[in-house]
């Protein structure tokens, strides 16, 4: 990124040849620092004086661009890092993403550059490009007047990097392409970032988090730096669904997991290319002090302005309740058939007196209600200047209230493309943040208010129990009696029950428990207990508990005719609690994760679930819950009790420490349903599944 | 819209008078029709000759333009409506969008328009345009070179029509800001232009459905004549949620009724400008023979493919499956690390080869599952004209294929503005569609796939019993069990129960139903009987039956000591099916709707309601609840019985008679939960509340 001696290897004046691009931009961008082309016979290449090999230039280069095939470009490798050469970016495809070859010249790549310790960016990249030094190692034409600021572009992907860089919306520090990112990862470039004092926010386009602890590490450093990343995962569709042992995994895919790990690290996670660039733009350009209120907007069209409340209502934005006082302040400056609220339409008086708009924002400014004001301006690009201009007095008085006010303004057009360049020329040398499109506007601005403090949640000591240890790495599938036999051991409540081998110690199990009671078919070869029908519920009373007995038994049977059966579970039967399901799975390669949603029967709906990963304690289980619509049914439903939310968060961080403590030999646990009893009452597990690393995936 | 004769009233040369932008527009747009000034001193403006007053004119004119103030404007309509005048645009505000007084100028405004049947736009508007005659009745800044083309704009907000018609993006035939609506509205605009052969889709921006009938009626008009409509709702977050009776109105506001309603009647709504602006820019651009298959995209960057197929799955769009021969095919146009897949990415290659572009397309094209191709191009809009150049070699591909291919093709650009305007001009002349912005690209996908047949659900015969609207018509609140024995007597399927006004009572209809039952309070003064401690389940045998009745009346009288207490209901109790809340509730201004979702205890968790209005018959009501996840629970989950979802659609289209029979008298009707039992046994209703519209609405 610092480099000023360059060598270009495979160094071509043929006009399509990757190389010539990099030279060429070299040119363009006016790089300051010296570049020494290598060839095999040219003795110059764009008028710079060529070498034939790396070994004969006169000096170490700080950084040599791999301009050559694949195979090759491993070879040239392996000499730079003899000659001690720092930094590479190796452009050739052909490395893992065509398959196992691949794969392995891959390997053999990395291998080259981590015995010299060489930064390498690629391969299979377009390079990267530093505009304020014009370092453009960058084999794809670049802009030489890209706009400097403060943001920087990392992609995987090489022609989606020049999109954004070249949109003309964000000023670039610098633009990577890291491609394969065999070497030096996202992580490495996030970490370099942190440093650098005119980089504020880094606009990322992420295929995969290949190294979750580093990625982690290097965010606590743009934290520590106050550098801002915003991220758009792409692939998410086409990730499939990983099977998982239980139907916690299946409602809670990786994709869902590495949104979790992204939110838990302070990446600003975004669902599209538009929401990528105006969250960019509007972090790297807002200014002002803001405080704990809401959004106050203003224009002239009254149509637009009720959209902007529909789609802040969409982003979760929220306006600011006007003071009275501000109320009647804004009175005066309206016509009389207007009235004074928020968003405020000014309507068209303006245009001839634009100091009214100016005098608004002061107003709304002074208002302590208001933490932000957002002028929605829509000047359609298709007018001719001279139409444009019409609005040239609005983006004045705008500018004028940014030069002396001190909350931040942001200027919002609903159109993609706008406002007019007439309009936007006069915001922008203003410094004031211009937005487009509607829907990602206001999802730029949802981003900027939601900013949060990052909690760190610490694990919590945990304490591996030897004999449990032995059991979940050896012999056969642990029965829902052993599951909970290993939650009990552990602190998690669950229901009273007893094994009985016969109808008569059924019998007596149950008038011990108390009637009714639950009777479960125990074998270690039925997971899913329901669809062998080996669960009998309300049964109340000696007789019915025979008959339940035998039923059990014989369904369990007829279901799997091999399967070893233990007897029959007698438990006491807890009603009148929520039903929760709360579940760990394994997510790579983030690790386990915890799911918790509505339980029971309303396993399989949609929405309700929600996945964080570990570790939790109370208060991260707590915000877990309330993403979900299990907290209005826990606060009490229709005067009903209020459930025991707070022993649940107690279960859910138990839990999280049983997967940290027993990661390495469990693939699921799945607790559905948990019953959530009235405050006071706690919680009971009525039914667990626990999944080894060892067991097969149950079918259903 | 087609007047050649017109009179502008308050015409003036002031340069912020509304009548001179009407005036200049109508200069500049070279309207070739006739213009009189109406003024009452000057004898020219702009250099056409005034009259001092509307009869002063030499002939009758078609239209005249209003460019009074409001109070004035009723009386210049009054003037016209007496000479025979058809049509007016009354520019002014201070009408209903100002409080008591305002509506009541806006009502004689009406009269005075109704009086001699002229339609009239506005009142508070910026009028109409249409671009082919240069009819510019229009008072703010028009672009006299506005391209022309088959779409009609009609916004109540005139800021709005303009934006979007300015916008470049569109081939106009008409604008309309439609201001108040108070003579001519939507409905009215839509069924004209239903008739116009050069109009095929409207833009509409809509603020309220006035009258759904006419509304209904124009759409109709609209399918027959092969008009499509794409609407935006603007105010759907203030719509502030209207109290309804029973929580099924609140589940399912009147937001959720408009959407419902403009879907039944088979216009596409969506979410914001660059939606509405994408989908009128592909439906009125597209052209080719779409078969029933998928989405092929092709492309030369990878990562903004694997965006797009993120982007489709969120639009529910589908990608084609390509036939093996077709991948084969499609292989050797690729460099060998490269491989065929959907979405294709064809590398950079293609930017010396551009006819492998073209050959591709072709290919898939042949392809039988391929319906439609989409060419993802980003070119970014900062690059120069040189750099753009590199990608035009591309669009002219795609030209080439749009010129002799027969399935359609568009262009779709990740970032909003794209892409390059060079490039932009070669597709735009192949008359290629060109789409913007990922997300609103894909939406407009969405809605062109998803084109499908609307059927006519015919309202079933009915006939009320007059028993029954005597009931409903007078007399106390309906009880549960008056409720049911209405459902009953209407074939829909209840619990089976008894009235017992006394503990010996209750344990001889225990006996009878069968144990366990259910027992509830019966009062006219209690709604919502769980709140009031007034039910218990589960009740098993002749003490508990006793105890139980001794308590609920207890309860029921702490709860509300006014109340009159008829006695205990004794039911049948019924478990084990799927508990599922079906309704009425008003939502005016469309009538009934009907909402369906998960009932019990999991009402109240979002996202699993759906809402339709009425009538519904049985085919409307499976769409409706295949739009939940009851379906799903219906289906049969982890093995268990299959539901009896059939009986629950007649159910629903039983209730959605009720609902037309007995309209006037009700204003909700609140089953929950339904018991939806195995297939073959049918449902019941287990609790039910009928609230008339003479009833006050129950606080919870």
């Not at 009148?576 to 390669?589: I, K, M, S, Y």
Request: with cysteine; net charge negative.
């Amino acid at each position: 990124m610092e480099a000023r001696r360059v060598a270009v290897v495979g160094a071509s004046e043929r006009p399509d040849a990757p190389s010539g691009f990099v030279l060429r931009n070299l040119l363009a961008c006016d790089f300051s620092g010296t570049v020494w082309p290598v060839h095999p016979s040219a003795s110059t290449v764009y008028g710079w004086p060529a070498v034939p090999r790396l070994a004969d230039l006169p000096d170490r280069p700080d950084a040599v661009v791999i301009a050559v095939p694949a195979a090759t470009a491993v070879q040239v490798v392996g000499e730079a890092a003899s000659l001690g050469i720092p930094g590479a970016v190796v452009l050739a495809s052909g490395f893992a993403e065509t398959g196992a070859a691949g794969r392995a010249l891959q390997q053999a790549l990395t291998d080259a550059a981590r015995s010299g310790e060489m930064a390498l960016c690629g391969p299979n990249c377009l390079g990267l490009h530093v505009p304020a030094t014009g370092l453009a190692l960058f084999s794809s034409r670049l802009v030489p007047g890209m706009r400097q600021g403060p943001v920087a572009v990392i992609s995987h992907s090489g022609a989606t990097a020049i999109a954004l860089a070249n949109s003309g919306r964000l000023g670039v520090s610098h633009v990577v392409s890291a491609g394969n990112a065999a070497v030096t990862d996202v992580a490495d470039y996030l970490g370099y970032f942190a440093g650098q004092d005119n980089v504020r926010v880094v606009a990322l386009l992420l295929e995969k988090v290949a190294d979750p602890a580093a990625f982690a590490l290097a965010m606590a450093q743009a934290h520590r730096s106050g550098l801002r990343v915003v991220a758009l995962r792409t692939g998410r569709s086409v990730r499939g669904a990983r099977t998982t042992a239980a139907h916690t995994g299946a409602l809670a895919g990786s994709n869902e997991a590495a949104s979790a790990f992204l939110h838990r690290h302070g990446v600003l996670e975004v669902t599209d290319y538009d929401e990528l660039l105006e969250t960019a733009v509007l972090l790297s350009t807002v200014r002002g002090r803001r405080t704990g209120g809401g959004i106050a907007a203003l224009g002239v069209s009254g149509g637009g302005l009720a959209h902007c409340a529909d789609l802040a209502a969409d982003a979760g934005v929220g306006f600011a309740d006007l003071a009275p006082t501000t109320r009647a302040e804004l009175d005066r400056l309206l016509p009389p058939f207007a009235r004074a609220d928020n968003p405020l339409d000014m309507t068209g008086v303006v245009f001839g007196e634009p100091q009214r708009y100016e005098q608004a924002l002061t107003r709304l400014a002074a208002d302590p209600s208001v933490s932000m004001l957002v002028a929605v301006q829509d000047v359609p690009l298709g007018l001719d200047a001279e139409g444009a201009r019409e609005y040239s007095g609005i983006a004045q008085a705008i500018a004028r209230y940014r030069a002396q006010g001190d909350k931040p303004v942001a200027v919002l057009s609903l159109l993609a493309g706008g406002p007019h360049p007439e309009v936007r020329d006069i915001l922008q040398a203003a410094d004031v943040p211009v937005l487009q499109c509607g829907r990602a506007g206001w999802a730029a601005l949802g981003h900027l208010l939601r900013t949060r403090t990052l909690r760190l949640v610490e694990p919590a000591p945990w304490i591996r129990q030897p004999a449990w240890v032995r059991r979940l790495a050896d012999g056969p599938a642990l029965t829902e009696r052993e599951a909970k036999n290993f939650l009990r051991d552990h602190g998690i409540p669950t229901t009273r029950e007893w094994l009985a081998p016969d109808p008569d110690s059924a019998v007596r199990a149950a008038q011990a428990l108390g009637w009714p009671v639950v009777l479960k078919i125990e074998s270690p070869d039925i997971a899913h207990k329901t669809e062998a029908g080996g669960v009998q519920l309300n049964v109340r009373d000696e007789a019915e508990v025979r008959a339940a007995f035998e039923r059990l038994v014989a369904s369990a049977r007829r279901f799997a005719p091999e399967a070893r059966i233990a007897g029959v579970l007698v438990q006491e039967m807890v009603s009148g609690g929520v039903e929760v399901l709360v579940g760990l799975a394994r997510h790579p390669p983030f690790g386990l994760g915890l799911t918790v949603g509505p339980g029971g029967v309303f396993v399989e709906l949609t929405g309700g679930h929600a996945l964080d990963l570990l570790p939790l304690d109370v208060d991260a289980a707590r915000e877990l819950i309330e993403t979900t619509p299990l907290h209005r049914l826990l606060a009490g439903y229709r005067g009903g009790p209020v459930s025991d939310a707070a022993v649940l968060c107690e279960l859910m961080q138990g839990l999280s420490r049983i997967g940290l403590a027993y990661e390495p030999y469990l693939q699921a646990v799945d607790l559905n349903p948990v019953s959530v009893l009235s405050q006071g009452r706690g919680v009971r597990v009525l039914d667990a599944l626990i999944v080894r690393h060892i067991d097969e995936v149950p079918a259903a």
